[in-house]
């Protein structure tokens, strides 16, 4: 099973949006409404920001927010802070795996 | 608050074994699965597999059947992941994490595995 695809960087200044995208098939994030979203900072743990493609778990911001659109998901962070400089992670379901992660996006807060 | 604690970290020769294990606390253990990941240094993320809490099913990506087992002890609500015939590929920190539906928080802090002659 192949990763998902996201892109391998994307930065923005503070108080900016960005978006995050994570590119699938139909076997996957086109499929199922199984997406989610992890943030991970060096050495640290990955944390769970979104799940079933649009949902904010407890404690999480709400400057994070999910969608999707066809086969691919979205991940936008807005008024961006220094504080969300992470590595950032899409997951989905698969009908094979069955769960896929992406390969992983680096945020850089300029 | 839920927890989940991890073994230290290991040194392994090629062709040995390893078993992490992932203490839970703060919830009832067998209301949820555990999936365990991996991340080769520098790497993305790679799911290896989950396990039911509640009657020890489990589910195994591909690539790793044959070479992993997952189990738990409900009595000290631990699970436990072992990955025999170890490959310098393998090196990574292995995490494990609360599972339900696919959605994992928490996470364990990780052990890292080192594999090396």
């Known amino acids: 099973q192949s990763a998902l695809t996201q892109p391998a960087s994307v930065s923005g200044s503070p108080g900016q949006s960005i978006t995050i995208s994570c590119t699938g098939t139909s076997s996957d994030v086109g499929g199922y409404n199984y997406v989610s979203w992890y943030q991970q900072h060096p050495g640290k743990a990955p944390k769970l920001m979104i799940y079933d493609v649009s949902n904010r778990p407890s404690g999480v911001s709400n400057r994070f927010s999910g969608s999707k659109s066809g086969n691919t998901a979205s991940l936008t962070i807005s008024g961006l802070q220094a504080e969300d400089e992470a590595d950032y992670y899409c997951?989905?379901?698969?009908?094979?795996?069955?769960?896929?992660f992406g390969g992983g996006t680096k945020l850089t807060v300029l | 608050q839920v927890q989940l604690v991890q073994s230290g970290a290991e040194v392994k020769k090629p062709g040995a074994s390893v078993k992490v294990s992932c203490k839970a606390s703060g919830y009832t253990f067998t209301s949820y699965g555990i999936s365990w990941v991996r991340q080769a240094p520098g790497q993305g993320l790679e799911w290896m597999g989950w396990?039911?809490?509640?009657?020890?099913?489990?589910n195994y990506a591909q690539k790793l059947q044959g070479r992993v087992t997952m189990t738990t002890d409900t009595s000290t609500s631990t699970a436990y992941m072992e990955l025999r015939s170890l490959r310098s590929d393998d090196t990574a920190v292995y995490y494990c994490?609360?599972?339900?539906?696919?959605?994992?928080?928490?996470w364990g802090q990780g052990t890292l595995v080192t594999v090396s002659s």
């Open positions: 997951s989905s379901y698969t009908s094979s795996s069955p769960w896929v």
């Open positions: 994490a609360r599972d339900l539906g696919g959605t994992h928080s928490p």
């Open positions: 396990i039911s809490a509640y009657n020890g099913n489990t």
